[in-house]
């Protein structure tokens, strides 16, 4: 049998990377142990693009992005392997006041929920100044000034005015812009956005997309950009990592990625992405206009602690043979900047969206 080829994912020249993860593992104490949720995920994400991290419920997204930011429950958790390096250290094996230092300053979140970062007894003035300070040993005025700037950079109408609000006087939206002002108020090299627009309103999302596209262009960010859904990973995204029972099943240029996917997971997801959610009209466009069946993959993920023992995705793939269940699949290369984590990812041609 013939060695394939196998090339790690993370190919970039160095000089862009602003994140490289490599064999990142993350294991919870459980009942029956240390259980494994995150299995040896590789990503590096550059200056200036987007990578969208999509899978489905449970495969691992925000866990990978947890353990970026340091912030995994430190008793119950632990990174057994892996480097998520970042300015030449490795941010997993940073002390935990180092790691504080890092955060909000080289390394920022947003997530789905503004108040999970935004204090409801500050206005969000005193609260982007408090950061500024700490990271940059700025004075209460010279911080007030920068909270303005990035409210007002963000698309905050009367920034001057508003920065003496607080939270709850703004709009979902505008809540959502907010707390992306304070997550790139000191320029953060990495940008990571953890389902931002789920619960916005297809309008608002477009909006707030627009937002974290153009502060990745103007700081050129590396943005991690974390989300379920697909329509909006067309709207956002560079380059896409495909994520399932903690593992990458693919990954490959966001064009490439939608016109000819090369895992049947993928394959899956983009078949049972509805219409409905297509978030402007150049998502439309990527996912196609016509209408078409949908087809949610049949079956559940697998759930930590008892993955199949070959292809995580053979109990529920239509293309599984016997060398699926007998054997573990390495990451093939399928074309040059595109890999699925698929045995039979050479033989087979799926049916892309575009
Ligand atoms: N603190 C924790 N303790 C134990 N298990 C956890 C913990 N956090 C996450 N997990 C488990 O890790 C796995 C991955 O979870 P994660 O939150 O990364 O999924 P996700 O891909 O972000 O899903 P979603 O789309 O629902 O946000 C899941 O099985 C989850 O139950
Ligand atoms: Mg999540």
Request: charged share 25%; proline share 7%; hydrophobic share 40%.
């Amino acid at each position: 049998m013939t060695t394939p080829d196998v090339t790690p994912p993370s190919f970039a020249p160095s000089r862009d990377v602003a994140l490289q993860v490599d064999g990142l593992t993350v294991e919870f104490a459980t009942d029956r142990g240390w259980t494994r949720v995150v299995d040896g995920v590789s990503f590096s994400v550059l200056r200036g693009e987007t990578l969208a991290i999509v899978g489905e419920s449970g495969s691992g997204k925000s866990v990978t992005s947890l353990a970026c930011m340091g912030l995994l429950p430190r008793r119950s958790s632990r990174t057994p392997s892996g480097t998520a390096e970042l300015d030449g250290v490795d941010l997993l094996s940073l002390p935990v006041r180092a790691m504080e230092d890092l955060r909000g300053d080289r390394i920022a979140m947003a997530f789905q929920e503004p108040m999970t970062s935004l204090n409801p007894a500050y206005t969000v003035g005193d609260q982007i100044a408090e950061v500024v300070r700490r990271h940059r040993d700025a004075a209460r005025k010279e911080g007030w000034r920068r909270a303005v700037e990035v409210l007002d950079l963000v698309g905050i109408p009367r920034a001057a005015e508003r920065v003496k609000s607080y939270p709850h006087e703004f709009s979902g939206g505008m809540r959502q812009r907010v707390m992306i002002a304070m997550a790139i108020a000191c320029e953060p090299a990495v940008l990571i956005a953890d389902e931002l627009t789920t619960a916005l309103d297809v309008t608002i999302q477009a909006q707030v997309l627009d937002v974290v596209r153009q502060m990745r262009d103007q700081l050129g960010m590396a943005v991690l950009f974390i989300t379920h859904d697909l329509a909006v990973v067309a709207d956002i995204a560079d380059r896409v990592l495909v994520m399932y029972a903690g593992q990458e099943v693919e990954t490959s240029a966001v064009d490439d990625l939608f016109a000819r996917p090369a895992h049947p997971y993928t394959e899956g997801l983009l078949r049972s992405m509805p219409q409905s959610s297509t978030a402007t009209a150049a998502t439309a466009t990527a996912v196609g206009t016509g209408r078409r069946r949908l087809d949610s993959i049949p079956g559940q993920p697998p759930v930590p602690g008892s993955m199949p023992a070959g292809c995580r995705f053979a109990p529920r793939c239509p293309y599984a043979v016997e060398a699926c269940v007998d054997g573990v699949p390495e990451l093939l290369q399928v074309r040059p900047e595109h890999f699925a984590r698929c045995t039979r990812a050479l033989e087979l041609t799926l049916r892309g969206t575009r």
